[in-house]
């Protein structure tokens, strides 16, 4: 699919500075135990996969994505696995599994939604320590999931965030009906669908409400995140890509959102 012209964009002067300042001991305490490499890139689907979408290197040779346009090239040709029916399921192997016990060097951040039909190591046909996963409902931003977020990019060094979003969403569907019907949903959900409504889409009704808002959404929440100061300097400098998604249950593929 085509690139995403907001990836790069400079941060806004709304941007908040909640990474800007951060501590000696914090950042030992973030570091500890672990390292990091990544990356990302685009087109039709998701990013260019390979035609065949078979190589297939051993577990102690397999190379992991340096670039983001690389990252993005590996998770397009890995759901083009899952969407066909030919998992290879990766990077499970008795090698690979101790080779973690010293360090984890995953090439990726997904945010996605806490659905159960759409785990990102599944949808993208990725094993153990490819991916970086970050889960709420509707993909809402909290200090949580900002800070997990940024953890990744800053402390690991991973040139690719991936927004994920996905059809039937039941968070978006839920903030919709709530907006509509005045009705206060249980507990800590009624958060969820707060930070989902501004990005409703009031163009649309019904069902087509809601599947719109769903991209409406996923593009929010990539917006914010490329807003974030130490995360927009990486994007400035080539070094991170911040790119929004959906994921169709229909068809099982994921596409760019631009």
């Not at 909640?18 to 001991?25: E, G, I, K, M, N």
């Not at 397009?76 to 984890?104: C, I, K, M, Y």
Request: with cysteine; hydrophobic share 40%.
């Amino acid at each position: 699919m085509n690139a995403d012209r907001s990836v790069g964009a400079q941060p806004t002067a709304s941007a908040h500075k909640r990474f800007a300042h951060t501590s000696p001991a914090r950042r030992a305490l973030l570091r500890f135990g672990l390292t990091g490499a990544a990356a990302l890139g685009a087109t039709a689907a998701l990013g260019t996969a390979p035609a065949s979408a078979t190589p297939t290197p051993t577990p102690t040779s397999r190379r992991r994505p340096e670039t983001p346009d690389e990252a993005l090239r590996e998770l397009a040709a890995g759901n083009l696995r899952w969407r066909t029916f030919r998992e290879r399921h990766p990077d499970e192997s008795p090698a690979v599994r101790q080779s973690l016990t010293s360090g984890q060097h995953p090439f990726a951040v997904v945010l996605g939604c806490i659905d159960s039909r759409v785990p990102p190591e599944l949808v993208f046909d990725q094993g153990l320590g490819d991916l970086m996963t970050v889960r709420s409902a509707g993909e809402v931003l909290d200090e949580a999931v900002l800070g997990s977020v940024a953890y990744g990019v800053l402390e690991l060094d991973i040139p690719l965030v991936l927004v994920l979003g996905h059809q039937s969403c039941g968070a978006v569907k839920a903030a919709v009906e709530a907006d509509e019907s005045g009705e206060r949903l249980p507990a800590h959900i009624q958060y969820i669908a707060d930070q989902i409504a501004p990005n409703i889409d009031r163009t649309k009704q019904g069902d087509a409400r809601v599947d719109s808002t769903i991209d409406v959404n996923v593009r929010a929440v990539r917006a914010r995140l490329a807003a974030e100061p130490d995360l927009a300097a990486k994007v400035a400098s080539g070094r991170l890509a911040i790119v929004g998604a959906r994921y169709d249950l229909t068809n099982q593929r994921v596409r760019r959102l631009t």
